[in-house]
């Protein structure tokens, strides 16, 4: 079930529902999905569905992974991305190979240091991590060329446009609790933020002030 195989109708899957970027597509075909997740549900890491990775998280789908990486990455290359939730580092590790630095904030400690166990299994060392309240970002190491947040505020936090460089994108699902959630598009202009809709999706909250040791 984690076989090269497997990964290639994955792809395939992807593909067919739109995702045109090439080198998305390679980055997830070559990055082993079954590794982020607990053994006993590893044989479903190669389907194209959301997973529990304990906690009340997920692992997310991979066809969102692979659109909100193409969007994030849709204006050309990125050097500095914050990243809003490490979670189980799946979407971490996707991010690491396309861009020169990952600056990826957990509020909870226990799937952030499985998610470093991973990175480092993977070979991956341009990432650093912090464990702290996503919401508030990381202001110490901004501004960022592009923000990507794994979990759904119900608006957005003002202190994630605030540390988007000028030219930056965030990339953020927006919406209540167990209702219709929205994919968006922010771009950071001389003169303001430009807003776009993307899609209908379906993410985890972003929870503030509580941060998990």
């Not at 979407?91 to 396309?98: D, E, F, P």
């Amino acid at each position: 079930m984690t076989s090269q195989r497997t990964r290639d109708r994955l792809i395939e899957r992807l593909t067919e529902q739109g995702i045109t970027d090439k080198a998305v597509l390679n980055v997830i075909r070559g990055t082993p999905r079954h590794i982020f997740l607990d053994e006993a549900l590893s044989h479903r890491a190669y389907e194209d569905s959301s997973l529990p990775i304990g906690f009340q998280q997920t692992l997310s789908q991979p066809y969102i992974v692979a659109r909100m990486t193409e969007l994030l990455l849709a204006l050309g290359p990125r050097a500095r991305v914050l990243e809003v939730g490490t979670g189980s580092g799946y979407q971490t590790a996707i991010l690491a190979q396309m861009v020169e630095r990952v600056f990826s904030v957990e509020r909870i400690r226990p799937l952030q240091e499985k998610a470093r166990q991973r990175l480092r299994q993977l070979g991956l060392h341009n990432v650093h991590l912090r464990h702290a309240d996503g919401g508030m970002g990381w202001k110490d190491r901004g501004p960022f060329d592009a923000i990507l947040s794994a979990a759904a505020p119900e608006v957005v936090p003002a202190e994630l446009l605030e540390q988007l460089a000028v030219g930056g994108r965030l990339v953020i699902p927006v919406g209540p609790v167990g209702k219709q959630q929205s994919l968006y598009v922010y771009d950071k202009t001389e003169t303001g933020i430009e807003e776009q809709l993307i899609e209908p999706v379906l993410f985890v909250p972003m929870v503030s002030g509580v941060v998990v040791a």
